[in-house]
């Protein structure tokens, strides 16, 4: 997976979410190299390596074991994983499965639904049809072409109306790369986050949202907090999804703090 680094000391390895890519992470990157070895990946099918063989399924599950791939050959971990969004979902089911990489996880506004009582027979979660509805008009527009209105209609629906027009153009160049991802990975739908398999996860996570992100995933990090052993919760002020991008400082010492507290625990 193409990456970029900067810093020395812990790794610190950031996943991002839909449209996105290493560059999603730049402020990230910036503001806390000073302190940690940071580490943003593309995961597969994402810019710069678009040309992905088709014998490589876009999948949630198959990204989730490449981050344990990829610390293995980085050769400096275990890290302390920070996902967004799709990409938190991703660092969720990696923690789960390979605790060996991991010292600590941080998921902000991580995506997927909710499945909140684990019961014999019970049906799987899945969004609401409005929402299915919203994305399969927003993969039709780009498969059309309309390549704009269909990211528009998309990142609107997942931040707030009116975040594409005001995104910068470094944003929309990004969702633009890798706007070929879409409908790939709305026939990969991300799984329901149940209470069993959050407490398989047995790091120190911090859970970060903002105070205007959308409901779906401010109702991920509440039951999230609720079912894991040991979980923190932050919230931006002011922001919404890309609360990372909005206020960067916010989000990057919230971060800082949580690594240096579990630190700080360790040798106690």
């Known amino acids: 997976m193409p990456y970029v680094e900067r810093g020395e ?3 610190l390895l950031f ?3 839909s449209l996105c890519d290493y ?11 000073d302190r940690y070895r940071c580490v943003a990946i593309s995961l597969t099918h994402y810019w710069p390596d678009v040309d992905t063989p088709a014998r490589f399924p876009f999948s949630w599950s198959r990204h989730a074991d490449e981050l344990a791939e990829f610390i293995d050959r980085f050769g ?3 890290a302390h994983v920070i996902g967004h969004s799709r990409g938190g979902c991703v660092a969720f089911h990696f923690a789960r499965r390979h605790r060996q990489h991991l ?3 941080t998921l902000a506004d991580p995506g997927g639904p909710l499945r909140i009582a684990d019961r014999p027979g019970q049906p799987m979660a899945s969004l609401p049809e409005t929402v299915n509805a919203l994305r399969a008009r927003a993969a039709q527009l780009i498969e059309e072409g ?3 209105a269909g990211l528009q209609l998309f990142v609107d629906s997942v931040s707030r109306p009116g975040f594409w027009s005001k995104s910068t153009t470094a944003f929309r160049t990004m969702a633009l790369d890798n706007a070929h991802t879409l409908a790939r990975q709305f026939r990969d739908p991300l799984p329901a986050y149940v209470p069993d398999e959050a407490s398989q996860v047995r790091c120190p996570v911090l859970l970060i949202d903002g105070e205007k992100s959308p409901q779906m995933f401010r109702r991920a990090i509440a039951a999230l907090h609720s079912w894991l052993p040991d979980a923190r919760h932050r919230t931006v002020n002011g922001a919404s999804h890309g609360m990372n991008l909005a206020h960067p400082a916010a989000f990057n010492r919230y971060v800082d703090e949580f690594v240096r507290s579990v630190a700080t625990d360790a040798r106690a």
């Not at 560059?23 to 190299?33: A, E, F, I, K, N």
Request: proline share 8%.
């Open 9 to 11: 000391g812990e790794l």
């Open 15 to 17: 996943v991002h979410g």
């Open 23 to 33: 560059r999603y992470w730049q402020p990230q990157v910036d503001g806390l190299s």
């Open 76 to 78: 400096a971990g275990p």
């Open 103 to 105: 010292r600590t996880l």
């Open 146 to 148: 309309k390549v704009e």
